[in-house]
Every structure is written in structure tokens, then in C-alpha cells.
């Protein structure tokens, strides 16, 4: 028997409607009640927090690097976007693949073992390809990158004093409001469940609350880097901010964040995708767009101002509902998988998988 004992933890427990201080205790790879058997290893955790390891909605996989950074993020489940490389090793990771929701102008191949439908990186062809996504979804939550392109055709910022200033095209907040707004229209008139994925404006964060208001079956959620980067990031041409959806103005980005904060947004997930040296050797308006983000994910959310307790959540209780999914806790017989969270350094200290360190 093996049984290890995390010591003084702050221990942020969602599911199980937990957040104090107490110590943990893992049996042969699952929780145990305290003092429920003798410990053959004590780690001290003072000050640090202890929660179920975390879950991302929205990441691309293209390297080993990319598992690696998701285990040392307290990562222990993946939802890899449809582009991702197959044949990765998991090294313990829960890792699944999303469906493509279409292919061009017709709806994608029927996936009965994908946890979700996903539309990537890029909007929907039609509002009239979305409704049939809907009709035909089988009960799966459809994800949707929000753009109407016609306002967007060049930008590579997002529109505001900084683009002008550096003489970028830029995308603006309407080109993401809009998009959100018809959407919502067709979910309303067609029934189904739909999930916006990485909001950056004010104006689609007001429409989600108002959509929630109305009993739609929607949610949401947002990126690390929109709670608390701002379009000044791109000055210099700085390729952090060559993502996409691109950063906003510091307005959006107070709304977003605290849409996180309030329960408007169900979810963080990270949009980690790793440029190859090869696609940033370019001027800034032709280099990938792409962040990796994985490994300091939760610590950009605390960083950002996003109280602890709601940050836990916002990865383990918020991505489960949004999948339909159990939520992960930490009740006693669980199996292992946690995090522990130093504050003080703001940085991930161990993923325990199974019981194992990670």
C-alpha cells in the first residue's frame, strides 16, 4: 500500500462545495478520508492550493512539448480542436478529440465517440449550416468561433489606437457581436446546445447574459490571455499579441473578465497552439497566429485578478457542465487527480494523475 499525505493545503473543492484548509490524503491512487490509513510519504503543501486537476476545452496538439506543458499546468484532461496531431502519447492525460462541425459548406462526419462538435478556429460558412449543425448535433454541444468575415477580411489586431498607430488592418468588436447575435437568433428558433468559444468583447458577453436570461441552452467561454491582455500588447509588433480571436481594447477586456468572475462565461480554456519558428520568421501581419499556454494557463487566470475559488472552477466544474460531463471533486474514493497551486510563486508545483506525480 501506498499512501501519501499532502500537508497545510488550501484545499478549492467545486464539485463538493469545499474551500479550507486540511490535509490530503491519497490511498493506492484514489482519495482517502483523513487519517483513514498511515502515511508512507508526507509532502508539505503549506500555502499552496490543492484542487481536481484541471480540464481544457480548446487546445491544439501538435508536438510532445504541448503534452508536456499541460501536465506541468495542472492539466488532466484535453479537448484537442479537430486540427491537432493524432498519435501524441497521453502520459496519463485524459486526452479526447473534438469533431469537426463542418467541412467547407457541408456538415462534418458523424463522430458518436467526440465530446463535442467544434468549429475551431474559424466561423461556420452560414447561418443556414449552423442550424442544420443544430438540428443534427445528437445532443452534443456545438462550439463556435463567433466572426462575421466580411468585417474582418485583413485585420490581423483587433481595432483600436494601437492598429492605427502601427498601420494593421483591424478586426472589429462587431465583427465578433454580430456573429454571436445571429447565432443566438438560430439557436432560439432551432433548439440544440451551442458554446461560444474565446469571447473578447463587451458586446458578446452582454448578449450571452441576456441569451442565459432567456433560458437558451448556451454557454461561453474565454481565453487566459483575453481576462488580461489588452490590444497595447501588439506595440513594437510584439508577436504575443499575434493570436486570434485578436486582443481588445482594455474596456473588452475588464467586461470579459468580469463576465469570468460573475458566472456570465462557464469556462476558461486555453486556445494553446504552438508556432513553429519557421511561421513567426515573418512580418507581423503574415506570422501564424498562435500562444502557448498550457503550462501557465491557471496562473495567467489568478494573475488576471480572478478570485481563487472561481479560477478552480472555471476549469473543473465549468468545462464538465459545458460538456455534460460529471464534475471532478475531491471526495474521498475519487480517483487521484489533482493540482497543487503555489500562490506565493504563482505556479503549479505538482499534477498528481492516478495518484502519481506528473
Known amino acids: ?34 487519517k483513514s490509513a498511515t502515511p508512507t510519504e508526507r509532502r508539505d503543501v503549506s500555502g499552496c492550493w490543492v484542487f481536481p486537476a484541471l480540464t481544457d476545452l480548446r487546445c491544439v496538439l501538435r508536438v510532445q512539448d504541448d503534452v508536456a506543458d499541460a501536465l506541468a499546468g495542472g492539466f488532466a484532461r484535453l479537448i484537442a480542436d479537430p486540427s491537432s496531431a493524432r498519435g ?12 469537426e462541425v463542418t467541412r467547407g459548406t457541408e456538415l462534418g462526419e458523424r463522430a ?10 474559424a466561423p461556420i460558412a452560414t447561418n443556414g449550416l449552423l442550424r442544420r449543425a443544430l438540428q443534427h448535433a445528437e445532443r452534443k454541444v456545438v462550439m463556435l468561433h463567433a466572426e462575421d468575415v466580411t468585417l474582418t477580411a485583413g485585420a490581423v489586431v483587433g481595432e483600436g489606437t494601437t492598429a492605427l498607430r502601427l498601420g494593421l488592418t483591424g478586426a472589429p468588436p462587431e465583427s465578433e457581436v454580430a456573429a ?12 440544440g446546445r451551442l458554446h461560444f468559444s474565446h469571447l473578447t468583447c463587451r458586446g458578446s458577453v452582454e448578449r450571452i447574459a441576456q441569451a442565459k436570461r432567456q433560458g437558451l441552452s448556451v454557454t461561453a467561454d474565454a481565453t487566459p490571455h483575453h481576462l488580461r491582455d489588452d490590444d497595447a500588447k501588439a506595440e513594437g509588433y510584439g508577436l504575443e499579441a499575434r493570436v486570434w ?36 520568421e515573418h512580418p507581423f501581419e503574415m506570422a501564424a497566429f498562435g500562444k502557448l499556454s498550457l503550462r501557465t494557463a491557471f496562473a495567467d487566470v489568478v494573475a488576471a485578478g480572478v478570485p481563487a475559488a472561481r479560477a478552480v472552477a ?8 459545458v460538456l455534460g460531463l460529471t464534475p471532478p471533486s475531491l471526495g474521498a474514493g475519487q480517483g487521484a487527480d489533482l ?7 504563482n505556479r503549479m508545483r505538482y499534477t498528481i494523475l492516478q495518484g502519481a506525480s506528473r
Not at 472555471?314 to 457542465?321: I, R
Open 1 to 34: 500500500m501506498t499512501a501519501l499525505l499532502l500537508e497545510g493545503a488550501r484545499v478549492i473543492d467545486p464539485a463538493g462545495g469545499e474551500d479550507g484548509q486540511r490535509d490530503v490524503l491519497i490511498v493506492d491512487g484514489r482519495l482517502a478520508a483523513p
Open 112 to 121: 458518436l465517440e467526440a465530446p463535442c462538435l467544434s468549429s475551431g478556429f
Open 180 to 191: 454571436v447575435a445571429a447565432a443566438l437568433a438560430v439557436l432560439e428558433g432551432t433548439g
Open 88 to 99: 501524441l502519447k497521453a502520459d496519463g492525460l485524459e486526452l479526447r478529440f473534438a469533431a
Open 245 to 280: 480571436p485578436p486582443l481588445r481594447s482594455r474596456a473588452d477586456v475588464e467586461a470579459v473578465k468580469k463576465a469570468a468572475i460573475d458566472g456570465t462565461l462557464d469556462a476558461v480554456a486555453t486556445d494553446h497552439k504552438r508556432p513553429s519558428i519557421l511561421e513567426r
Open 339 to 345: 493540482a497543487v497551486f503555489d500562490p506565493q510563486a
Open 314 to 321: 472555471l476549469f473543473t466544474v465549468g468545462p464538465a457542465a
